[in-house]
Structures are given as structure tokens and as C-alpha cells.
């Protein structure tokens, strides 16, 4: 199972992690679009777009229908909750360590204070 969810992880991490393949995301939630209208609005090759739709849809988040010589690229049923779920779990954990900084920090800076006083008297 932790296997399982970790080659799911890098799979959609690796699939988000390229800026052209968030744009067909993007573009596939307004409308299904072939892999030529989606080349010829990224500027690419059919070849180009082609591997990047095939990455988007091993990870699940597009599906592909070959009808003649055209293939629609659609969103897929897959959601990102245990991608959300990880992302928050890291969230939390940074959110405490910023609070305990700023409690050093705030700490330091009485500190401070009390030192500069005494120095001055």
C-alpha cells in the first residue's frame, strides 16, 4: 500500500511538475480538445504533445478516445486528494516551525530590549 501511494505520488508530481502539461490541464477543464488543437495552442508538435498527454494519462488526469484519425483528450475522473493530503501534512508541519521561529524571534527581540536598557542605565 505505501508503495502503491508513493509511485502514485511521484507520478502525479512528476506529471504537474512541467508547465505545459498544467496548460493542457487547464485547457481540458474549459473543453475536450484533440492532441492537434492542443499542439497547435502550445505550439508543438503532435510528436511534443503526444508524450505529454501519455504522461498526463498514466498519471489519470486525462483520458484518451481514438475516433477515426482524431484522438480527444478529456479530464480524467481522477482528484488530487491524497496529493492535497500530502501537501497539507507539510503544510502543517512548516506552519509550526514558522510559529516556534517567530516565538524565538519575538524572544530575542524582549531580550534585546531588556539589554538595551540596562546598558543605558
Known sequence: ??????A???A????????????????????DASITDLAGKFHMTLTGMKKHVGVLEQAGFVTTEKVGRVRTCRLGL??????????????????????????VVEELKQKEKVDGRKRRE
Open 1 to 6: 500500500m505505501v508503495q502503491y501511494a508513493k
Open 8 to 10: 502514485r505520488l511521484d
Open 78 to 103: 481522477r482528484r488530487l486528494e491524497e496529493e492535497a493530503a500530502w501537501i497539507e501534512r507539510y503544510r502543517q508541519l512548516w506552519d509550526a516551525r514558522f510559529d516556534e521561529l517567530g516565538k
Open 12 to 31: 502525479s508530481f512528476a506529471a504537474l511538475s512541467d508547465a505545459t502539461r498544467r496548460g493542457v490541464l487547464e485547457q481540458l477543464g474549459r473543453a
